[in-house]
């Protein structure tokens, strides 16, 4: 989702204003009433009016295969003041990680912090721990490789050079699932496997270069300043030209496969990992022994019952700043993780990732009277559904944009060559969403005089993402042109709404 809302938007958007009724007088439309005490209102108390025609007009204009719903709400007041077909359920994408973000600060705390730690199951004995060593995840969706190197450091400084016993990982504190969405493609890398210890956001970076006659792979676990070699993920060129991937599960590695015909001269890209535990133990053991400390394979291993003696421990940033992060670059891992933790920590009998799906979709329903189906945290499904209208009436609801708005990304107006607006006439703090054939965006807008309005914009055309589907495609044929279609559709609105009063 491109985050920029030009000057030939604004200004399309303001002719369109001009020539309709000030959207500050608009009757109420949308199904959020104001706050009342007792509870929401009943639905028939809130089922919109027709929506305005300056708004059907300017959608209408944008020719958009497929469907949009459009909502837009006083968020003083929770006053409806514009909408379009806005109770058609449509796939939210990406704009559910806002929905997450709200359901783990409010289960979780702005405070909280992942634990990811090294566990002794015995004493350590002239630099030899007469026990085995387990590298156990606490759910952290943020840990990446420079953080296991430090985890290092802090081993060797405790005196420890090896173990007597077996290196361990464990990833148990979350269900393992192999994959977020597993209709996509195989080699899509921000659909990786999730589970209590995870790496990277679950990526592995795979290089090629050709030299001489012959091909050299790379597989490895980059971060700022580390880049070790990986193991259990493994790749071998075949020689044809499609398919561009193959992944088959080898029980301790990953082991994929590429077309020769698809690699050109050199290039990289990153490759999904489908064991995050062992990918982890894999990297911490070479890490491990640039500090001079000899570890054994890792093997699939879980704390002992009396909890042994953690000797280093890592704690993430906390959630709030995790949040901010995974909205700001709409990282699937971390709604998936976050989600998961958030939901045992209410339920700890919960069991699963639909389960974790249905309790955060219940507890948003319950609370904010919406009728949200939600099959996952990160949007990455598409058969999630929600309203433009429920969107905009969570959004609006008391207390809500206190605790989102600080972590919402701010999106700029820019003119066409892409430089900010000097005179930009809103603000605009929202979450996107893409998927082939799905645009969705949601959040705050600040108009120019400093009124504070709750919007959502979503599009879709879901036929044309069934048949894309059925294509197995990357990228199918026409879906880049219908998602900038749809930005611009969002442009226009929101330059439209802009110069509320």
Do not use: C
Not at 102 to 108: E, F, G, R, V
């Amino acid at each position: 989702m491109t985050g920029t809302l030009t000057r030939r938007a604004l200004l399309t958007g303001a002719a369109t204003l001009v020539a309709s009724a000030a959207l500050a007088g608009a009757p109420e439309r949308s199904r959020r009433p104001v706050a009342r005490p007792g509870g929401a209102a009943p639905l028939a108390a809130r089922r919109p009016p027709p929506a305005r025609p300056g708004l059907s007009a300017t959608i209408a204009a944008a020719d958009l295969p497929g469907q949009v719903g459009v909502a837009l709400a006083d968020t003083g007041t929770g006053t409806p003041l514009d909408s379009h077909a806005a109770d058609v359920p449509l796939p939210p994408a990406s704009v559910t990680k806002a929905l997450t973000a709200l359901y783990a600060l409010d289960s979780l705390g702005p405070g909280h912090r992942f634990e990811t730690r090294l566990i002794a199951t015995g004493p350590v004995i002239d630099g030899v721990l007469r026990g085995d060593l387990i590298l156990a995840g606490g759910g952290d969706p943020t840990l990446v490789t420079d953080h296991l190197a430090g985890m290092a450091a802090a081993l060797a400084e405790t005196g420890l050079r090896g173990v007597s016993g077996r290196f361990g990982v464990w990833g148990g504190a979350l269900p393992h699932l192999e994959e977020i969405d597993p209709p996509q493609l195989d080699h899509l890398g921000y659909n990786p496997a999730v589970g209590g210890l995870n790496l990277n956001f679950n990526r592995v970076h795979f290089e090629w270069a050709r030299e001489g006659g012959a091909w050299a792979v790379r597989m490895d676990a980059r971060s700022d300043l580390y880049r070790p070699e990986v193991t259990m993920a493994r790749m071998r060129v075949a020689d044809r030209s499609v398919p561009v991937f193959t992944y088959e599960d080898g029980g301790d590695t990953d082991d994929w496969t590429v077309a020769s015909g698809a690699l050109g001269s050199g290039g990289a890209r990153w490759l999904p990992v489908r064991k995050p535990a062992l990918y982890a133990g894999d990297v911490f053991r070479t890490l491990a022994r640039s500090e001079g400390i000899v570890l054994p394979a890792s093997v699939r291993l879980a704390p002992p019952d009396s909890g042994g003696m953690a000797l280093v421990t890592h704690r993430s940033e906390p959630l709030r700043q995790v949040l901010r992060d995974m909205l700001r670059y709409s990282t699937n891992l971390t709604a998936e993780a976050v989600g998961l933790t958030a939901s045992y920590a209410r339920r700890p009998s919960l069991t699963g990732h639909a389960g974790s799906a249905r309790l955060m979709t219940g507890w948003l329903n319950s609370t904010f009277g919406t009728g949200f189906r939600l099959a996952d945290h990160s949007g990455l499904s598409d058969a999630s559904r929600v309203t433009a209208g429920d969107l905009v009436r969570l959004l609006a609801a008391p207390g809500v944009r206190r605790k989102l708005r600080p972590i919402l990304k701010d999106i700029p107006f820019r003119d066409d060559e892409g430089r900010p607006l000097a005179d930009a006439p809103a603000e605009v703090a929202a979450k996107t969403g893409t998927l082939n054939f799905v645009t969705t965006l949601a959040g705050y807008l600040r108009t120019s005089s400093g009124r504070v309005l709750a919007f959502a914009i979503l599009a879709a055309d879901l036929d044309r993402r069934a048949a894309a589907k059925a294509v197995d495609e990357e990228v199918p044929a026409g879906a880049p042109a219908y998602n900038a279609r749809a930005r611009d559709l969002q442009q226009q609105v929101l330059g439209r709404w802009g110069l509320v009063g």
